[in-house]
């Protein structure tokens, strides 16, 4: 099959358009007429995932986050991004990444899924045509639950070791906010949504302290803590998608160690 078949009916189920501005999804490497029998499907283009994806054979990998944000003005093996093309060059295997369109249109439900939230309102719209679709989820819990129970609600959710909460843990939450990814940008919705925590990744210090000054809790479960969910349900839906195709995915490998 074609990888501009594949592509094809990605974006069917997932189209560019409800990319958010800032973003890079698409073929990012690589040819549309290229052969693929096998993808490998991971969060991240790392060395270690080019590697592996290598290893296997594949044709195409497809990642939740682009390698590429920015313009890229020359593609030597000078810095780290370089390398990585050209490792996927030199290997013939073509690059699609699918970022902010999956996150509006699946990952933002599919993280209140884990969570078990029901009757989930979007957190913030990001496009209202031909339906509204947008970032992250906000539901009410049929009951109040302690801050410090909810984390470890999130911590099972999601296969979770360890979660950061800022709050007061005996504090009571029922209004639940998840946005999967990096947050810092949803504690507003969340405070106008009126949620009583917000469930997301990559909180700072400063961003902590003040969203619990302003009543709103935060369970920081990690960027990848929370996304991983993104390789699992996209090998789903390629095997749904297409029967001649082999789909391997990358292990779950946290990208850093809390010691």
């Known amino acids: ?14 189209p560019r358009n ?3 501005e800032w973003d890079n999804a698409g073929l990012l490497a690589g040819s549309h007429e290229k052969e693929v029998r096998r993808i490998y499907v991971a969060l991240d283009a790392t060395d270690e995932v080019i590697e592996a994806a290598k290893v296997a054979g594949a044709d ?16 030597t093996d000078e810095d780290f991004i370089g390398r990585r093309l050209l490792r996927l060059i030199q290997a013939d295997m073509a690059y699609y990444a699918m970022h902010t369109n999956y996150d509006v249109l699946q990952m933002s439900e599919l993280s209140g899924e884990y969570l078990g939230l029901s009757d989930a309102r979007i957190l913030e719209v990001t496009s209202e045509t031909p339906k509204e679709e947008g970032i992250g989820r906000v539901a009410d819990l049929p009951d109040p639950v302690s801050l410090q129970d909810y984390c470890e ?3 099972k959710a999601f296969g979770l070791q360890t979660v950061q909460a800022f709050g007061d843990l005996a504090g009571a939450v029922k209004r639940i906010a998840v946005s999967p990814g990096s947050g810092k940008s949803m504690i507003d919705p969340a405070i106008a949504m009126g949620a ?3 469930v997301t990744g990559d909180i700072g210090h400063h961003e902590g302290i003040d969203a619990v000054a302003r009543g709103l809790a935060v369970i920081d479960a990690g960027h990848y803590g929370i996304e991983h969910i993104f390789i699992k349900d996209m090998k789903q839906f390629l095997e749904r998608s297409f029967a001649g195709v082999e789909v391997i995915t990358a292990p779950r490998k946290d990208p850093f160690t809390v010691l």
């Open 60 to 75: 195409l990998l497809v990642t939740h986050h682009p390698m590429i944000f920015s313009p890229v003005s020359r593609i």
């Open 196 to 198: 009583d925590v917000l």
């Open 18 to 20: 409800y990319a958010l």
């Open 153 to 155: 609600t999130v911590k």
């Open 1 to 14: 099959m074609k990888c501009r078949e594949i592509i094809e009916n990605i974006e069917k189920s997932y």
